[in-house]
């Protein structure tokens, strides 16, 4: 398969690895962006999950709460330019509110949501024929809590990634003290629990790889393999990581010192996984002139 600039390019983008070990990666994987990445990774040339996620599409999110009920919701835009118009901020908060009073469970069931006498879908399909964009409802999740729990919630660069947590105890300032750690810190999981079990296989033979390249006999490899594992969890599960306000403490023991414990987390950071629109200025120029 032809490696082409533009996959080095992405392959960079998302490992922060170099030019030629990228496109060595990617002949060694035959084209495949995920197997390049194992690759760069079990070289110990990229060192980070988290980086394998990228931002790669425009809009907003937020969250909206009343009372024990809460709907956190990522919609769309094809620019950062009309994702910052007024009537598309309005337009979120309509939604939220609409997901919110109906309880809806499913992106059928939201997009047929009633809001100013139509539905959100219709809401939306208004919206892209007066501003000239695809919009779209990505995902929401809506989520009740007990009287005897608390939500925590935390917006960052004005929507770009938003944070919605559950504890059970606790109050509210350390329930938006967790939020904000989420936001900051990349946790893909709440939980160890969380990790799928083929996401926590390939970690493990990644590890056992690393080690292996270390010069590390195949047997002391498997045993590296638990403490590394532990690391993982560290870096990629809120309860685990440790607190960036106190370095000597961990999420779970900052919630449970004020009495409480993580319930749930959800954290949207708008178009990750999502492939970004390319326009590539220079390209353009030189078809004309051809």
């Given at each position: 398969?032809?490696?082409?600039?533009?996959?080095?390019?992405?392959?960079?983008?998302?490992?922060?690895?170099?030019?030629?070990?990228?496109?060595?990666?990617?002949?060694?994987?035959?084209?495949?962006?995920?197997?390049?990445?194992?690759?760069?990774?079990?070289?110990?040339?990229?060192?980070?999950?988290?980086?394998?996620?990228?931002?790669?599409?425009?809009?907003?999110?937020?969250?909206?709460?009343?009372?024990?009920?809460?709907?956190?919701?990522?919609?769309?835009?094809?620019?950062?330019?009309?994702?910052?118009?007024?009537?598309f901020?309005?337009?979120?908060?309509?939604?939220?509110?609409?997901?919110?009073?109906?309880?809806?469970?499913?992106?059928?069931?939201?997009?047929?949501?009633?809001?100013?006498?139509?539905?959100?879908?219709?809401?939306?399909?208004?919206?892209i024929?007066?501003?000239?964009?695809?919009?779209?409802?990505?995902?929401?999740?809506?989520?009740?809590?007990?009287d005897?729990?608390?939500?925590?919630?935390?917006i960052?660069?004005?929507?770009?990634?938003?944070?919605?947590?559950?504890?059970?105890?606790?109050?509210?300032?350390?329930?938006?003290?967790?939020?904000?750690?989420?936001?900051?810190?990349?946790?893909?999981?709440?939980?160890?629990?969380?990790?799928?079990?083929?996401?926590?296989?390939?970690?493990k033979?990644?590890?056992?790889?690393?080690?292996?390249?270390?010069?590390?006999?195949?047997?002391?490899?498997?045993?590296m393999?638990?403490?590394?594992?532990?690391?993982?969890?560290?870096?990629?599960?809120?309860?685990?990581?440790?607190?960036?306000?106190?370095?000597?403490?961990?999420?779970?023991?900052?919630i449970?010192?004020?009495?409480?414990?993580?319930?749930?987390?959800?954290?949207?950071?708008?178009?990750?996984?999502?492939?970004?629109?390319?326009?590539?200025?220079?390209?353009?120029?030189?078809?004309?002139?051809?």
């Amino acid at each position: 398969m032809e490696i082409t600039a533009q996959m080095v390019k992405e392959l960079r983008e998302i490992s922060g690895a170099g030019m030629m070990d990228c496109k060595k990666a990617l002949t060694e994987a035959n084209g495949n962006m995920d197997e390049a990445m194992n690759y760069l990774r079990e070289k110990g040339i990229a060192k980070s999950l988290k980086k394998e996620s990228r931002i790669a599409a425009e809009g907003l999110a937020n969250a909206f709460v009343k009372g024990n009920e809460a709907v956190i919701v990522e919609v769309n835009s094809e620019t950062d330019f009309v994702s910052k118009n007024a009537e598309f901020v309005e337009m979120i908060d309509k939604i939220g509110n609409a997901i919110l009073e109906s309880k809806a469970k499913t992106l059928d069931e939201a997009n047929a949501a009633p809001v100013d006498g139509i539905t959100v879908k219709d809401l939306i399909i208004n919206k892209i024929a007066k501003i000239g964009e695809k919009l779209s409802l990505r995902r929401f999740e809506y989520v009740t809590k007990a009287d005897n729990e608390v939500f925590g919630v935390y917006i960052h660069m004005g929507g770009k990634i938003a944070v919605l947590v559950k504890l059970e105890g606790g109050n509210e300032e350390v329930a938006k003290d967790v939020a904000m750690q989420a936001a900051a810190m990349k946790p893909l999981y709440a939980f160890p629990e969380d990790v799928p079990a083929d996401v926590l296989e390939n970690e493990k033979n990644i590890l056992k790889e690393q080690a292996v390249n270390e010069g590390k006999a195949p047997e002391i490899a498997e045993k590296m393999v638990v403490g590394r594992i532990k690391k993982f969890y560290t870096e990629n599960c809120l309860n685990e990581q440790e607190f960036v306000k106190d370095g000597n403490l961990k999420i779970k023991d900052y919630i449970s010192k004020a009495g409480g414990k993580l319930v749930s987390m959800v954290r949207y950071e708008v178009g990750e996984g999502m492939e970004h629109r390319s326009d590539n200025f220079a390209e353009e120029v030189m078809n004309q002139i051809k």
